[in-house]
């Protein structure tokens, strides 16, 4: 664990309190185009709970594709297991974590060479194996029967795993057949009866009997289900917080699964985490979670293609290459494919992967007039035989010097759930941890938490969801220099920066 050397931190058995001094510019424009940067600083200080607390994650589509993934790796994680492929010996690990598969620059020695440390060691951080899973799905299997469908895991890691995971059955889910696509019907044997408001009281009552069961101080509540159609956002639905509980109590149509998943977790004071695309966190749920102090994330997790895009189209920008067309092709035959083979479905999906590049596009007007972007397109397409190995292909067609065009073409082919399982463990992990962090603008005792909306997590969504005035960024290193920063900053650190100024200065200047 990292110890800092600093008369602006303090350690206690609870807490590191750190004083931090947040530098910015603020930018005003005048009539006539001049523009002007006045430097300013605030104070804050930070307060980390050194305590990190028994956490469980209740997944919603525990028997899905992500979630017996999930649960398989921390069994085969903390049993330590091993199995042979043809390319040899394979061994469990956390590879494509952010906490537990990364590094973060911390400074450098007096020799000036850069010190990095793992992820997981700058702050007292939640290790996946002791995360507690748990939750509901709309289909009986058990996860063993769910694993071995989902076809993601290696025939020799599943029977290693078979009889742990016989052992698993998922609570009855919420089914409303008219959010997710008709082709799931067949799949819902494992639903809840009655109207909304008692769906609300079950899941309520689940999570306070998972909590108690487990022994658990925190629990977090994750939607990994299928992707359901955009739902409407209108006053007298879901513009408050009363209007949304009134809403689930008059049983009314428009209420979504996922809002009650959300609600109930709110009310059940549990962080609550939208790793679909569709738009559980409406206006009214997000009042909901203020009024109890309880953060929201979301929304759909940010694994593979849309990644490579908010790197790739950040590049071409900063360099001064104009992209003209994106065009993401992808096509996948595990059961998230088939749910999005509907077309109200295939629009949520599209929208969360459409407006990723919206920011590094507004932030060269060079390139971009106002109102101008890339034509974009976005094609999902199911094909069965592949199940889970997914095809991802890209298309670039960027205009350079003298109205020249560049293309570059990139396909990749990956298990989609090996790639989002280890993002459902970051996200559980960060969330767990901003829950004990808390912060001040003065030398008082008003601490508070970061706000209900926890957008300093947006690395690892397609779509960040960010409070009314905070800018949406979608470029990875900058989402990634958010948390780092962060982080670094409750230890009274300066932000990673790449200047290193004192290896550029004469040696009499520094």
Not at 376 to 388: N, S
Not at 418 to 432: F, Q
């Amino acid at each position: 664990m990292l110890q800092v050397n600093s008369t602006n931190v303090h350690y206690t058995q609870k807490y590191i309190t750190a004083k931090y001094r947040f530098s910015r510019s603020n930018i005003t424009q005048t009539k006539s185009g001049v523009y002007t940067a006045t430097p300013t600083s605030h104070d804050y200080i930070f307060r980390t709970e050194r305590n990190v607390r028994k956490t469980g994650v209740m997944l919603v589509g525990w028997g899905g594709n992500n979630g017996t993934t999930v649960t398989a790796g921390i069994l085969a994680n903390k049993k330590k297991l091993t199995w042979r492929t043809k390319n040899g010996q394979k061994s469990a690990n956390y590879w494509g974590s952010l906490t537990q598969a990364s590094t973060i620059r911390v400074g450098m020695d007096t020799n000036n060479n850069e010190v990095y440390l793992p992820f997981s060691t700058v702050l007292p951080m939640l290790h996946p194996n002791d995360i507690v899973v748990g939750g509901w799905d709309i289909n009986r299997n058990n996860l063993a029967t769910a694993m071995k469908n989902a076809a993601v895991l290696p025939v020799v890691l599943q029977e290693q795993l078979y009889q742990d995971m016989k052992k698993l059955v998922p609570l009855p889910g919420i089914y409303y057949k008219d959010f997710i696509a008709r082709n799931q019907e067949s799949r819902a044997n494992n639903t809840l009866s009655g109207t909304k408001a008692e769906h609300l009281a079950k899941i309520r009552q689940d999570i306070r009997y998972f909590k108690k069961k487990n022994k658990l101080e925190r629990v977090i509540v994750f939607w990994t289900g299928n992707t359901e159609r955009f739902s409407a956002i209108q006053p007298g639905l879901n513009m408050t917080s009363d209007e949304v509980l009134l809403s689930i109590k008059q049983n009314k149509d428009e209420v979504a699964p996922s809002l009650v998943y959300a609600t109930a977790a709110v009310l059940e004071n549990c962080s609550y985490i939208n790793g679909s695309p569709q738009n559980t966190l409406v206006p009214g749920l997000v009042q909901l979670a203020k009024e109890h102090n309880v953060f929201v994330a979301g929304d759909d997790l940010k694994s593979g293609q849309t990644k490579l895009k908010s790197v790739l189209v950040d590049f071409l920008v900063s360099a001064g290459i104009k992209p003209q067309s994106i065009v993401s092709y992808n096509h996948l035959g595990n059961n998230d494919g088939y749910n999005l083979q509907a077309e109200a479905q295939f629009q949520s999906k599209k929208i969360t992967k459409s407006n990723v590049v919206d920011d590094m596009v507004n932030a060269n007007r060079i390139l971009y007039s106002e109102g101008e972007h890339p034509d974009h397109e976005v094609v999902i397409k199911y094909v069965p035989f592949v199940k889970d190995s997914k095809r991802a292909m890209d298309e670039y067609i960027s205009s350079i010097f003298l109205n020249g065009l560049s293309t570059i073409v990139i396909h990749n082919t990956c298990e989609d759930s090996l790639l989002a399982a280890p993002l459902i463990y970051d996200l559980v992990i960060l969330t767990e941890l901003f829950e004990r962090i808390e912060y001040a603008t003065d030398a008082g005792d008003n601490f508070q938490r970061f706000d209900t909306m926890l957008s300093v997590l947006g690395y690892l969504f397609k779509a960040p969801f960010v409070p009314q005035g905070t800018p949406l960024v979608n470029v990875l290193t900058k989402q990634r220099r958010c948390i780092t920063n962060i982080l670094l900053a409750c230890l009274g650190l300066p932000p990673d920066t790449d200047m290193i100024l004192h290896c550029k200065a004469p040696r009499s200047v520094i």
